[in-house]
């Protein structure tokens, strides 16, 4: 094997295993922070691990923004004993996270068009607690009795993404987060 092939070889290994590592930590990040801070809603609870679902969506690209937010979210839901939201909350959110992903400026916080795929992921995300919500529990009513507190969940996960990118960008550590092509 030539030196070049060698020297590509180890770059290639050495950003895959960067973004396997980033698609973890934004895993535990979700899954914390969904954990950390709730507030119950009909049928569930809001919390703020939307906000990481935003930036791990944004600043990972598809398949790992699907991952990283599937799974954290879910994981968040095995352990605060939520079992039966499992599955609805993995295909919602790995939606969500490829929805953000594929619309988002690629790692640019501050634009408009990062801001509409946020928007997006949070509205997809209020229909799909409504549908899994009416589903689960065999009542349409029930489904619609979330919307306002997953409304609200939408708005506060929109402010903490802002919050923490601009942080992020502020103190130049953005780069070390933000997915680069392979």
Same mark, same amino acid.
């Given at each position: 094997?030539?030196?070049?092939?060698?020297?590509?070889?180890?770059?290639?290994?050495?950003?895959?295993?960067?973004?396997?590592?980033?698609?973890?930590?934004?895993?535990?990040?979700?899954?914390?922070?969904?954990?950390?801070?709730?507030?119950?809603?009909?049928?569930?609870?809001?919390?703020?691990?939307?906000?990481?679902?935003?930036?791990?969506?944004?600043?990972?690209?598809?398949?790992?923004?699907?991952?990283?937010?599937?799974?954290?979210?879910?994981?968040?839901?095995?352990?605060?004993?939520?079992?039966?939201?499992?599955?609805?909350?993995?295909?919602?959110?790995?939606?969500?996270?490829?929805?953000?992903?594929?619309?988002?400026?690629?790692?640019?916080?501050?634009? %408009?068009?990062?801001? $509409?795929?946020?928007?997006? /992921? @949070? +509205?997809?995300?209020? *229909? #799909?607690?409504?549908?899994?919500?009416?589903?689960?529990?065999?009542?349409?009513?029930?489904?619609?009795?979330?919307?306002?507190?997953?409304?609200?969940?939408?708005? %506060?996960?929109?402010? $903490?993404?802002?919050?923490? /990118? @601009? +942080?992020?960008?502020? *103190? #130049?550590?953005?780069?070390?987060?933000?997915?680069?092509?392979?």
């Amino acid at each position: 094997m030539r030196e070049a092939d060698k020297k590509d070889n180890m770059k290639i290994n050495r950003e895959g295993a960067r973004i396997i590592t980033l698609t973890g930590l934004f895993m535990a990040l979700i899954c914390v922070a969904t954990l950390f801070f709730k507030v119950p809603i009909p049928l569930g609870y809001a919390h703020l691990g939307n906000g990481f679902i935003f930036l791990a969506a944004v600043f990972l690209k598809n398949p790992y923004a699907m991952i990283a937010t599937g799974v954290g979210s879910a994981l968040a839901d095995l352990l605060g004993g939520y079992a039966e939201w499992i599955i609805p909350t993995l295909i919602i959110k790995c939606l969500m996270g490829a929805l953000i992903s594929l619309i988002s400026a690629n790692g640019k916080v501050k634009s %408009v068009r990062t801001f $509409l795929a946020v928007l997006a /992921g @949070a +509205v997809e995300m209020v *229909a #799909g607690y409504t549908v899994a919500g009416a589903l689960l529990y065999g009542s349409i009513p029930a489904g619609f009795a979330q919307i306002p507190g997953l409304t609200a969940e939408g708005i %506060v996960g929109m402010v $903490l993404f802002y919050v923490v /990118g @601009a +942080v992020c960008e502020k *103190a #130049g550590v953005k780069k070390y987060f933000v997915q680069h092509n392979i």
